[in-house]
């Protein structure tokens, strides 16, 4: 018997409950082609739109995320007077521009090729990705790990819902150092808890000079008040996006004490722990045994091989009873992760173990970030100096922008980087992502002025991107 599958187009709508579909395609099982290659309307059928109702969380946050948001802004700027006939310079999203290093990019090519990679993986990870995490980690973690200390993820983004899931009943409180990346909040608040905010203080007259991440500072005393009865975990985060601060030995340990006292779950979000420009990187982890049987530590590949869409990412504890209900959730949200790159991954650690590719990748950002902070230099542009991440934060306060200067609507309740981000598209052709998103709507003052810029970009773009924000200079 020959069956037909329909493929539709165009949703006209007729009112908010009907809509017409556009019949453009009619596909025989026999894989024969109904309208050729060409689409073309072959019948018109009309619907009746089903009542859905969404997860509450959704229709209570309607607004625009600032990724959405910032694409948007750029698409609409492309081609506007200011920006026709030149390229639009993007240093908004965390996304490479560059291909991952060639050894990793061949090990994903090897792994599609051996049939059963193609598989699904065991719920915790491939044993080989597994032993490629535990002789990566191990020295760092002075002692010898063992598979349960490990669970693989599909990214960082999934090993933080799952260590959250893991451990959050409705009415447990998170607390979450400000700013923040903005995923955390709805992970947590989907689950039922609440997010209590501690701010990461900026220094004075970060509008005037350049400042360094350790600047920025927790007040201790205000993180330990936060702490109620409730208290299940504290969200931590570094190198720290998107202020570039790498949390010294002293922080760290300041804070995994108090949450010792206190029997509060770390959740330390590590996705950029290759990627730190000052001696060295403090894990909280490592800092005692007490804190470290309290401490879910999370890693991405794709921060480390320049392939965010690999989407593989990974939770180390030194306790194993800890990481077990991390596992427990990973199994219920996506069961396991893609299984080549898994495979890739595993074979890239060691590879890059091989190479000290970690060591050159740490020289390629110093170099990366001496090509982009010259204009700000010399131009006179206050900014932190980036300790980590691939980010960095650039003080907009002297840049003068008309008052006058038109903005679309959906920013008018926006902070007022928004709006600075918005201008330096139109304006500039440049695009960078504006930090308030990161700040709940009482603290977002903090950072009103302020753009962060992506530099993991290659070195030519970094420097067309110079050239272009030259043009800053007839703004101050
Ligand atoms: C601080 C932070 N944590 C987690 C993630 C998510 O990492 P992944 O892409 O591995 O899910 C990102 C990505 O931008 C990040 O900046």
């Not at 900026?202 to 500072?217: A, F, L, N, S, Y």
Request: glycine letters at 6%; one cysteine or more.
């Amino acid at each position: 018997m020959r069956t037909w599958s329909l493929s539709f187009e165009d949703c006209n709508e007729l009112d908010d409950r009907i809509y017409k579909l556009r019949v453009v395609n009619c596909i025989a099982s026999t894989g024969r082609c109904m309208s050729g290659k060409v689409a073309k309307t072959l019948a018109t059928m009309t619907v009746t739109r089903p009542r859905i109702v969404p997860n509450k969380y959704f229709t209570s946050h309607v607004a625009k995320d600032v990724w959405s948001l910032t694409n948007e802004a750029a698409a609409a700027a492309a081609n506007n007077a200011n920006n026709s006939g030149r390229e639009l310079i993007n240093l908004g999203q965390g996304f490479f521009s560059y291909s991952p290093p060639k050894f990793a990019i061949s090990e994903a090519q090897k792994a599609v090729d051996i049939p059963l990679v193609n598989q699904y993986s065991p719920t915790r990870g491939r044993p080989s990705l597994i032993q490629s995490l535990i002789k990566l980690y191990s020295p760092f973690y002075n002692t010898q790990l063992k598979p349960e200390n490990v669970t693989v993820t599909t990214g960082a983004n999934e090993g933080i819902l799952a260590s959250l899931m893991g451990i959050i009943n409705p009415g447990d409180e998170v607390i979450v150092f400000e700013p923040f990346f903005d995923q955390y909040i709805p992970n947590i608040e989907l689950l039922g808890g609440k997010v209590v905010y501690v701010p990461i203080n900026p220094p004075k007259g970060i509008d005037e000079r350049v400042v360094k991440g350790t600047e920025w500072t927790i007040d201790y005393e205000q993180f330990a008040n936060s702490i109620t009865g409730k208290t299940k975990a504290v969200i931590i985060n570094t190198p720290h996006n998107p202020i570039g601060k790498v949390f010294t030995r002293e922080e760290l340990t300041t804070i995994g004490n108090i949450c010792v006292k206190n029997n509060v779950v770390i959740i330390s979000d590590e996705v950029y722990e290759h990627l730190y420009f000052t001696d060295s990187f403090s894990r909280i982890a490592t800092l005692s045994p007490e804190i470290g049987q309290l401490t879910l530590s999370v890693g991405s590949a794709g921060k480390s091989f320049a392939a965010t869409g690999w989407r593989i990412g990974w939770v180390v504890s030194l306790n194993p009873e800890l990481l077990s209900y991390v596992a427990k959730a990973h199994t219920r949200i996506c069961f396991s992760s893609p299984s080549p790159l898994q495979e890739a991954v595993a074979n890239s650690i060691n590879d890059a173990l091989e190479i000290n590719y970690f060591e050159q990748m740490r020289q390629e950002y110093t170099r990366k970030y001496e090509i982009f902070t010259s204009v700000f230099d010399e131009l006179g542009l206050p900014y932190t100096v980036p300790e980590g991440t691939y980010f960095i934060l650039v003080d907009f306060s002297k840049v003068k922008i008309p008052e006058d200067y038109p903005y679309p609507e959906e920013l008018s309740d926006k902070a007022k980087d928004f709006r600075i981000s918005h201008w330096l598209i139109n304006e500039l052709g440049v695009v960078a992502i504006p930090p308030t998103e990161f700040y709940i709507k009482e603290h977002e003052k903090a950072a009103e002025n302020l753009l962060r810029f992506a530099v993991c970009k290659d070195d030519q773009y970094l420097e067309k991107a110079v050239e272009r924000l030259r043009l800053l200079k007839k703004f101050l």
